[in-house]
């Protein structure tokens, strides 16, 4: 019995090969075009087209999305606040996803161990859930009407349950996932909706269950699929990014299993008897070639399943497009690279047999590892030493980027076309830097930065700066919405072969009397935000690059920065899936940011920031990295952190952040001040910062002014 195409992907791509969705996205938001849905329809066939065109088998649909397939599905199942509800459609989805001046968004978080990121559905006990929106089939008929009979892809149900949150005033203890039984029929309703128009095949996504899950939540697994295996569709369930471990049992019922054999082993294989299964091999987390040695897998799978089909390990949403389009990039590294399209090549060769080896790990020396342990004098004799800094209570600062400007674009463009030499870039890079550092002067913060005009990117710029890593041109990722990142590709030994930051902070001191911060990217978060080599473990790049920071904490100390930042936002991100890892991944990666930063005298104050980190999960692990000072986004997570436990015994300098950088609204003074008094009931004052959420580099100068104003007035009225 084979009935499923020999070759598929989980999912491809979708902000465009050009990023034509940021632009169709942009363009739509400032009112300045309507061609949204139009380019919308273009990328999804150009898609459909493309994959088909590349020999592949099995195509999937329902993988676009305007802004993010968490919040499509929550609009399917018509899971949409209150608040947002006297919207029309489409500015009630942008409204959920961005916010408007009068409503703040849905919080948004990372996709499990990914950069993605996605908006967190809020689900209350009794709202009826219904199938409110046609999506799915409207896309499955698009695709066909192409010519192409696609398999479309819902997010399952367990893990859209389990990625929710309990909507504000729910019961105390009320779990999302206790609506499983109200949610069912209408998946049910979508799956029948899909059988009837055509489709033989649908998958739901279920990352969730790589996790940790609770008996009760494995039966709740049980449940759901024992129900939708009989909806009409054959149902593929795949739970990627890690093994699915204690779930496989309870999917006994469902037809298909994707199994991400790249991050994940071979599971218990007599649970495999019956069914079809999709052999994830090639890689959708990182951007190196598949060796055809991966078909011994499939061959130990072949005798325990009904048909093995040859597929990606998760969809293909986290790496770029094409790797053709890298001229700029050295030969014998291209070599060795495998984007999406190239993806889709290796699996379509190795449905047929005939992927041939090519280049596959480092032509490079083996990395060395560090270990070394680092501490600093303890806290009390720290802080002493760096009342020198004659701060006053909860002191103002930023996070360190400030709005990116189209000026500082277009000088960077030109840069890199040969229109603009080099002099006269850094010129408009200083001149951008005294602006920055006059407004914050006029603003009366008290920390202040030099704001980062310099950096396309906190990881690219390092990256680029740093050997052994190279940078892409076109390798655009989708991180969230319209927003993109091109992680730089780590492939030999990190070393730092110059001074990095110094000459930028230095500028900015030499402008004004008040303590500028350095402004350095940590070890972990440019591991997390770039593609890693595979020859060696990933704890020995992250300490290569904490020893090449060190170098550079060390000389902007020297230099005469009193203040050096080490941010650390993807600290929480790394966070191995699974709670049995997760004790050595924070072990190693503490030690890797305390080796960063504990070159520094007891008088210069470290900050270290953190956001996406829903911080009381890894307070423990934010205590041990041992700055003195750290920022952390609390304003977008509803202030949960303070309402951590043990957060009322952190002991050196907090900063909770007082308003989300990510949404263009202006928070008003009396705002920012509650948010501050609120701080202060669970913190001492000597300890409190007042910082946003973020860095600002997203945001118009206009609204960042409005809302620093607020934040420096909010300061003003609780010190007093
Ligand atoms: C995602 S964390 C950002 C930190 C960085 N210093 C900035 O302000 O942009
Ligand atoms: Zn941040």
Known sequence: MTDFPASTVLGYPRIGPRRELKRALESYWDGSSDRLQATAAQLRAQTWLRLRELGLAGIPSNTFSL??????????????????????????????????????????????????HYLVPEIDATSPFRLASDKPAAEYREALALGVDTRPVLLGPITFLLLAQAAPGSPEGFTPLSRLDDLLPVYTAVLAELAEAGATWVQLDEPALVTDLTPGQLAAVRRAYDQLASAGPKILVAGYFG???????????????ALDLVRGGLPDLSLLRGKTVVAGVVSGRDVWRTSPDVLTLVDRLRPH????????????????????????????????????????????????????????????????????????????????????????????????????????????????????????????????????????????LDVLVHGEPERNDMVQYFAEHLDGCA?????????????????????????????????????????????????????????????????????????QLADALRGEVEDLEAAGIGIIQVDEPALRELLPLRQSAQPEYLEWSVGAYRWATSGASDATQIHTHLCYSNAGEVLAAIDALDADVTTIESARSGGTLLTAPGIADYSRGLGPGVYDIHSPRVPDVAEIEEHLRKILRVLPADRVWANPDCGLKTRAYAQVEAALANLVAAAARVRG
């Open 67 to 116: 802004y993010d397939h968490v919040l499509d599905t929550a609009v399917l199942v018509d899971a949409v606040p209150e608040r947002y509800r006297h919207l029309p459609e489409l500015d009630r989805y942008f409204a959920m996803a961005r916010g408007t001046q009068e409503l703040p968004p849905l919080r948004m978080t990372k996709w499990f161990d990914t950069n993605y």
């Open 471 to 543: 940078v892409t041109r076109h390798g655009w990722v989708q991180s969230y919405g319209s927003r993109c990142t091109r992680p730089p590709i780590i492939h030999a030994d990190v070393k730092r072969a110059e001074p990095i930051t110094v000459r930028w902070a230095t500028h900015a001191q030499s402008l004004t009397d008040r303590p500028v911060k350095g402004m350095l990217t940590g070890p972990v978060t440019i591991v997390a935000w770039s593609f890693v080599r595979r020859d060696i473990p990933l704890r020995d790049v992250v300490w």
């Open 243 to 257: 093994d699915l471990g204690e779930a496989l049992p309870a999917l006994s019922a469902v037809h298909g299993i």
């Open 305 to 444: 399943a009904a048909e093995v089909v040859i597929g990606s390990s998760c969809p293909l949403l986290h790496v770029p497009y094409d790797v053709e389009q890298e001229t700029d990039l050295d030969p014998d590294l291209r070599d060795r690279l495998a984007f999406a399209e190239q993806k889709v090549r290796e699996i379509v060769a190795l449905s047929r047999g005939s992927l041939l080896a090519g280049p596959i790990s480092a032509p490079v020396p083996a990395g060395f590892g560090i270990t070394a342990t680092a501490t600093r004098s303890p806290y009390a004799i720290r802080a002493k030493a760096q009342a020198r800094l004659g701060l006053p209570p909860v002191p103002t600062t930023t996070i360190g980027s400030f709005p990116q400007t189209g000026d500082l674009r277009e000088a960077r463009a030109a840069l890199a076309a040969g229109t603009v030499d080099v002099a006269e870039y850094e010129t408009r890079v200083r001149a951008e830097i005294e602006h920055v550092i006059r407004l914050q002067e006029r603003l009366g």
